[in-house]
């Protein structure tokens, strides 16, 4: 199967799949949306068998494939949302295939490559949308969630810091190594892990800043050069989110009234983009990250401070077990498990593979001793 073979395929089973789903929606500005996608996908599969018909004038539109029916089939039982999420990866493997061949052959990018991904992820996040009516997703329970990415970056980075750490002090006191040396290297490992923590999250943060800034710069552009392209989207986009057409036309054309309206709207519909997360600072994140991997990081050393032998390390275990099991309360607050199963989980899981790391000290000690 040649590239647009392969092409037109995608094109006919994505179209199959938004009618279908389109189908099955009580909402119908949702309907109406992904009915509009479908035909849209149809259209493209229609231009490509034009193409191929100019080397193989026999060739005919194929139907939807085998694959794209049983990804329908399984959504009567598992739901449908792993369909849309099929769809959003097609749509975004589109994009990227287009730029990427726009840009080889030297042609302007328009700004509106993307457009239908933007409008599929639009989908995806309406709670109105039909997607999870599968047999075994009516018996799927609530979930608590509890708390938010702060509290979970605390207390992932915290046990980062102590499960490395006491992995590392014990691989050392395995290999009899003297007290002093196990101290410097427990030091040496919280400040090379939390080094290292800072920054990762330094880049994540700068990086994920700077794509903001430059969405925003490409929106901006497209402003510029197609508003009313841009209009048209933004309402579609509304439409996608459960709004009728009139209303969405209406509200998208008093947005455009003004460019910092315009801007600011398509910063949130198209981009997703929360004003607080471009206010964000990189060097804060980085700070915070040390400081959490530090704290866990440093339970399982600070015995050998002022105590030495067996004695340290018997400390470092006993400080390490009560710190894993609070970690792992804390998980709870995520997963909403037993405060009991959740802590002597999370402990098992750390002294094994502080055993693990002991025992292959102490093989290295032997060795080495021999």
Known sequence: MNNLTKQLQIEVDTSFLYDSIAKIQTDESMKRVLTSLSEIEKRHAEGILKKIR???PEMQMPGPSRRARMQ???GKFFGYDSIISGLSNVEKNVA??????KKKEGKELSGLEHNHLKIIEAIKSNQKMNVSSGLLSRFEGRHSTVGGNALRAAVLGANDGLVSN??????????AASDQTIMLTGIAGLLAGAISMALGEWLSVQSSTELNLNQIALETEELENSPEEEQKELALLYQAKGMDIKTSEDLAAKTFESKEKAIE??????????????????WEAAIASFILFAFGAIIPVFPY????????MMLSIGAAIIGLFVIGASITLFTGRSIIFSGFRQVLFGLAAAAVTYGIGALIGVSMAG
């Open 166 to 175: 006491l992995s590392l002090v014990m691989g050392i006191a395995g290999a």
């Open 305 to 312: 401070f002022f105590l030495e032998g067996y004695s340290a």
């Open 96 to 101: 990227r295939s287009t730029v990427m061949n």
């Open 72 to 74: 329908l089939f399984l």
């Open 54 to 56: 100019t080397t193989d």
């Open 265 to 282: 709207a398509l910063i949130v519909e198209e981009l997703g983009l929360d004003k607080e997360e471009l206010s964000g600072s990189a």
